[in-house]
């Protein structure tokens, strides 16, 4: 079936990077862009970027530009959300999802990953 | 604090209907029909249930539907049912820098 399966939850200490994966299936991977959505505990959803499989191409919400970094691998069907310099604000779920037509429309997400930064 | 603006909670009967607004401006919700609506139960990742503005995903129950009035969109859930309580967000394509903005997002409560 179509889905979206991301790597394990992650403990970074204040300053160092995380690279998260997202694994597609059940579809055809270039077609659809990749979105990245983070949630901390407790709190809303807060939308970090998109990156096109087919090109390579992404673009990154304001707030993360110079900070993340969305690339991919076409031949294992896999996109990946990179984010430096961490600080504590950065402790939440991080969850891809598919966007399907419109811009804002994101019809499968992956299960999430726990990025925890603590020193 | 976030683009959009929703209420932080609701709460209904089972059986009654429930509306919930998503208010944002001429450069987001007002300005295109690219508004989306989320369910999320606790633990969960975030389920499609309207898309652009009105539109439904294959599977989704037709007691959920969308409309926008201006720079207001809202969900509105016709009998309401136990499994309907969770959080709901809205999101928008916005013609600033952000490109893809959410609302805080709206607890629903059923009695």
């Known amino acids: 079936q179509v889905q979206l399966v991301q790597s394990g939850a992650e403990v970074k200490k204040p300053g160092a990077s995380v690279k998260v994966s997202c694994k597609a299936s059940g579809y055809t991977f270039p077609t659809y862009d990749i979105n990245w959505v983070r949630q901390a505990t407790g709190q809303g959803l807060e939308w970090m970027g998109w990156?096109?499989?087919?090109?390579?191409?992404?673009a990154y919400a304001q707030k993360f530009q110079g900070r993340v970094t969305m690339t991919r691998n076409t031949s294992i069907r896999t996109a990946y959300m990179e984010l430096s310099s961490l600080r504590s604000e950065d402790t939440a779920v991080y969850y891809c999802a598919r966007r399907v037509g419109a811009p804002s429309a994101f019809d499968i997400w992956g299960q999430g990953t726990l990025v925890t930064v603590s020193s | 604090q976030s683009a959009l603006t929703q209420p932080a909670s609701v709460s209904g009967s089972p059986g009654q209907s429930i509306t919930i607004s998503c208010t944002g401006t001429s450069s987001d919700v007002g300005g295109y029909n690219y508004v989306s609506w989320y369910q999320q139960h606790p633990g969960k990742a975030p389920k499609l249930i309207i898309y652009?503005?009105?539109n439904r995903p294959s599977g989704v129950s037709n007691r959920f539907s969308g409309s926008k009035s201006g720079n207001t969109a809202s969900l509105t859930i016709s009998g309401l049912q136990s499994e309907d309580e969770a959080d709901y967000y809205c999101n928008s394509y916005t013609s600033s820098t952000t490109l893809v903005v959410f609302g805080g997002g709206t607890k629903l409560t059923v009695l």
């Open positions: 990156m096109n499989p087919s090109s390579g191409n992404a």
């Open positions: 652009e503005v009105t």
